[in-house]
């Protein structure tokens, strides 16, 4: 806080001296107004007819108009410089913070898989596992290479949409059989106790860059996954209709506030502080999803869920 600090005092500064200046201004000018009615006494009494007093008090406030003037404007731009000034401090200091809670919140998620896999390859090295063990310690050092694998695609799309650099290939894609596997490869291997139910009308086919769309339904599933309760489900439904195409995914999380819904898809952006949060996550998902979504002409909305959780609404045009 030490720069935003230094700021307002430099502010305070500026508004102090500019007050002072105007003071000083308009002392001067009363002087000299008091000079000029001296002289044109002195003028009188020396036997000459001279009436300075009323042209030198229109030429008085017409001078201290143009003061008025243009101390009005000299305000309002160095209102405006302040205002501009204050919230790019506020937001450098906003993502100053944020980049520097996803360097640690990326290091630790990079970290636990990679421990897990560590171990379970040590295990499979030193120790003589029965068949059956060997799949299940394999199955979850796959699951953990996969953890690694979305990290680092969601580092690289985020950098490719900040440069501009991200573009689609589009390809026409059954879109009914990619969400059913992104469900199935989820329940072939579940992270919690969540159920996961599902209304997908079959044979859906749009035109959708395929690795594009598959991270953008990813990140939306596994946000629901992550934020329900134990126990509860995860709802999954496809429809089209003549005009488009709607995807809605509901959970029974927490929700999310009504003032926090247009901050979500942020970059870096995540719901809470760090200190009380307790899921996991970078921030890059939802940022990821939306701009992947307005890439397919797309729009993402979000619903509260009632009686608790939140509906992710994502519509795409058929043609």
Not at 197 to 219: A, H, W
Not at 260 to 287: A, C, D, S, V
Request: hydrophobic letters at 40%; aromatic letters at 10%.
């Amino acid at each position: 806080m030490k720069p935003l600090l230094i700021f307002y005092i430099l502010v305070a500064y500026i508004m102090l001296q500019f007050a002072w200046w105007a003071y000083l201004l308009s002392d001067l000018e009363k002087s000299v107004y008091l000079h000029k009615i001296e002289n044109s006494i002195l003028l009188k009494e020396a036997g000459k007819h001279y009436d300075a007093n009323v042209e030198m008090e229109s030429k008085l406030n017409k001078r201290l108009y143009m003061i008025a003037g243009e101390g009005s404007v000299f305000l309002l731009i160095l209102g405006w410089g302040i205002y501009k000034t204050r919230t790019a401090f506020i937001k450098e200091f906003a993502l100053a913070r944020q980049q520097k809670n996803f360097l640690l919140t990326v290091t630790h998620e990079f970290k636990s898989p990679l421990a897990s896999i560590k171990l379970y390859l040590q295990t499979l090295e030193k120790r003589e596992l029965e068949k059956t063990q060997k799949e299940v310690f394999i199955k979850n050092a796959m699951k953990d290479v996969d953890r690694l694998n979305g990290l680092v695609e969601n580092a690289l799309f985020a950098t490719q949409i900040e440069r501009k650099a991200f573009s689609i290939n589009k390809e026409k894609t059954d879109v009914s059989e990619l969400i059913e596997d992104i469900i199935f490869a989820y329940s072939e291997s579940p992270i919690r106790n969540i159920q996961v139910r599902k209304n997908i009308d079959k044979n859906i086919e749009l035109q959708i860059d395929r690795i594009g769309f598959t991270s953008m339904v990813n990140n939306i599933f596994e946000n629901a996954i992550k934020y329900s309760p134990d126990h509860e489900e995860v709802f999954v439904e496809l429809k089209q209709n003549t005009e488009h195409t709607m995807l809605k995914i509901s959970d029974r999380g927490p929700g999310i506030p009504e003032n926090e819904k247009g901050k979500i898809f942020e970059k870096f952006y995540r719901i809470g502080n760090e200190e009380t949060r307790k899921y996991k996550g970078t921030g890059l998902g939802l940022y990821i999803a939306k701009h992947i979504c307005e890439l397919h002409q797309g729009k993402i909305l979000i619903k509260d869920q009632k009686p608790a959780g939140s509906i992710f609404e994502i519509s795409l045009p058929n043609a």
